[in-house]
């Protein structure tokens, strides 16, 4: 079983920046991607990236803003988040999956899950 442990999250006024971390330990998935949920609303895929990095993936709101990266000697995914804004505010957590399709579905998916880090963003 795969563990999944984020940190990172934290306070910040809006057009202010966070990167965030997911340490992966145990069995090594080939794609991994970075979701949030905001209180009342679904949990939604942020971004995800492929084993080699090669291909990545990001929801339309956060184009241009978010990138995400992976550190495969580290075992570590990393989503460093530019030009907050207080919509960006949510718990975000970090999967893994086996296949990046799968990973980018439309559906949500049975992944292996992180516990989450909040992101909060103030106006």
């Known amino acids: 079983q795969v563990h999944l442990a984020e940190s990172g999250g934290g306070s910040v006024q809006a057009g202010g920046s966070l990167r965030l971390s997911c340490a992966a330990s145990?069995?090594?998935?080939?794609?991994y991607g970075w979701f949030r949920q905001a209180p009342g609303k679904e949990r939604e895929l942020v971004a995800a990236i492929s084993g080699t990095g090669g291909s990545t993936h990001y929801r339309g709101s956060v184009k241009g803003r978010f990138v995400i990266s992976r550190d495969t000697a580290k075992n570590t995914v990393y989503l460093l988040m530019n030009s907050l804004k207080p919509e960006d505010t949510a718990v975000y957590y970090c999967?893994?999956?086996?296949?990046?399709?799968?990973?980018?579905?439309?559906?949500?998916?049975?992944?292996?899950w992180g516990h989450g880090t909040q992101v909060t963003v103030s106006s």
């Open positions: 145990g069995p090594m998935f080939t794609a």
């Open positions: 999967a893994a999956d086996q296949n990046f399709d799968v990973l980018i579905a439309p559906v949500v998916g049975d992944y292996s």
